[in-house]
């Protein structure tokens, strides 16, 4: 890399830029590697680094994405919430695989992660659901997501009823809302480095009890 490229780098986006993937040895563990750039990113500044594209796709193979918040993140996958009557569920529901992209840009990274998706259970959506504040349990109940709505003012007379109906009462989580799981079978990490020489690797396993195979692609 020139004097030039590597300045260029230090002083523009390269925070991240200068800062090699380490190699992989072939027994690491994807998600150690997310957790630690998901910990970069958060410490970074960047606002909302739980942010990430959804893409999912309609059986006969329409893709279409969005932006959602990653809410949970473990050995048995990536966690959002939204509702089950929205555009995207029922695109899950019926062709249950999802890709998801996160994308740091201050640290240069890109992380790809494709699945299976499931749905978490009641009680677990639930769980998160009581951890919002009111305004947002009202607003989950009010907004039937993705359908057309004449109006603002139908939206907030929406809300009205919902605050009516739970007056003084706590309010549940509703069946038709709730959370994904993405089950990771393909976790990609990218690099950005000078001159378009990104480093790459993905991993790839075909069920969450084998082992990752690692693979460097090219930039
Ligand atoms: C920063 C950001 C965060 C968002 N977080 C969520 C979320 O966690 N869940 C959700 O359902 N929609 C979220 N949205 C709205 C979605 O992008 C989208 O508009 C909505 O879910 C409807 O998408 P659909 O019609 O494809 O189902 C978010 C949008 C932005 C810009």
């Known amino acids: 890399m020139s004097l030039f490229s590597k300045l260029r780098c230090a002083v523009t986006l390269g925070q991240g830029v200068l800062v090699n993937l ?44 969005r932006v959602v918040l990653l809410k949970e993140v473990d050995e048995q996958g990536f966690v959002f919430y939204t509702n089950y009557g929205s555009r995207k569920a029922q695109e899950l529901i019926d062709n249950p695989f999802a890709s998801l992209t996160f994308h740091w840009n201050i640290l240069q990274r890109q992380v790809r992660i494709e699945g299976r998706v499931e749905k978490v259970s009641y009680e677990h959506s639930d769980g998160y659901f009581q951890s919002r504040g009111r305004g947002s349990r009202i607003g989950a109940w009010a907004s039937h997501q993705s359908q057309p709505i004449g109006n603002r003012q139908q939206l907030e007379q929406q809300v009205r009823d919902i605050e009516q109906q739970f007056h003084n009462k706590d309010v549940p989580c509703p069946e038709f809302w709730g959370g994904f799981r993405v089950i990771p079978e393909v976790i990609e990490f990218w690099q950005g480095k000078a001159d378009r020489l990104h480093d790459r690797y993905v991993y790839r396993r075909q069920t969450p009890t084998e082992n990752w195979q690692i693979t460097r692609l090219s930039p």
Request: aromatic residues 6%; proline residues 11%; negative net charge.
């Open 22 to 65: 380490p190699e992989p040895k072939g027994d690491e563990e994807p998600l150690a590697l997310f957790s630690q750039w998901f910990d970069s990113a958060k410490a970074s500044g960047i606002v909302l680094p739980e942010s990430m594209l959804v893409a999912t796709a309609t059986t006969d193979g329409r893709p279409s994405a």
